[in-house]
């Protein structure tokens, strides 16, 4: 089994490259002044930013390859592995990191927030390709950062670094937003996607076996991390994508109640619910009758 380098902390990551420690909880490192190194699993204890400036090797999530190439930036949250692959040959890491343990958000608003920044949880070809100023202003919020590290810590420094790392958060959602729409084709490409795998879902057996699709089976289905693909569905839809799903059982329930003499509770079963009665909530919920008072209504027109 290949070793895996453990980062737990934020000074273990900077021994690793060696840099100083200036502050225990964050780092802003120029990757380029690191030693050349062989391939490496790391395990990331901290949440890490990584910004890419040449190809130096391929980055890769657990069996799948990062959608990550020259200006692009990808997340990692506390608890990843990832592995970066080359040729065998030694090779000089270039780019930027930004990496800060979960600690230094402990009493902040921003730690409040964390669970807004769904990229974090984005995992493979899922990569953010920014564009020149979109780089520029990026590196503007890394080295304001810096700037505060390299400062004398005084009773400013941690509101000032926080201050900046949300900021530089709330880019990269502004970022991502602009990411979606660009690559719209793309994106409408796995919509399509996901109604035929719905489609396929509910012609088949699938349902009485595995139970009703949940948003993680459809997004590993669709080779996208469950954070992103839900991301990806509320922007081309405006719903989530439990909604959207929801919606799409709902019409296959029609369907069935109009064009069948099965039971509701029949039904319900081969839908994929446990309870009958859960189907009946959540038919009611979205259609304003029950299954047996849309059935009795649909059968008078």
Known sequence: MEDIIRFETVNQYNAFNQQETLHPLVTVIDLSTASPRNKTSQYMGCYGIFLKDVVCGDLRYGKEYYDYQEGTLVFMSPGQVFTVENDGELYQPKGHALVFHPDLLLGTSLNGKMQEFSFFGYQVNEALHLSQR??????DCFGKIKYELEHAIDKHSRKLIVANLELFLDYCIRFYDRQFLTRDTIHRGILAKFEALLSSYFSSEKPQTIGLPSVSYCAEELN??????????KKETGQTAQEYIQMKVIEAAKERIFSSDKTVNEIAFELGFKYPQHFSRLFKQRIGQTPNEYRILSNLN
């Open 134 to 139: 979109e780089r520029q202003i990026v590196m």
């Open 224 to 233: 996208l991390s469950a954070k992103y693909f839900g991301d990806l569905i």
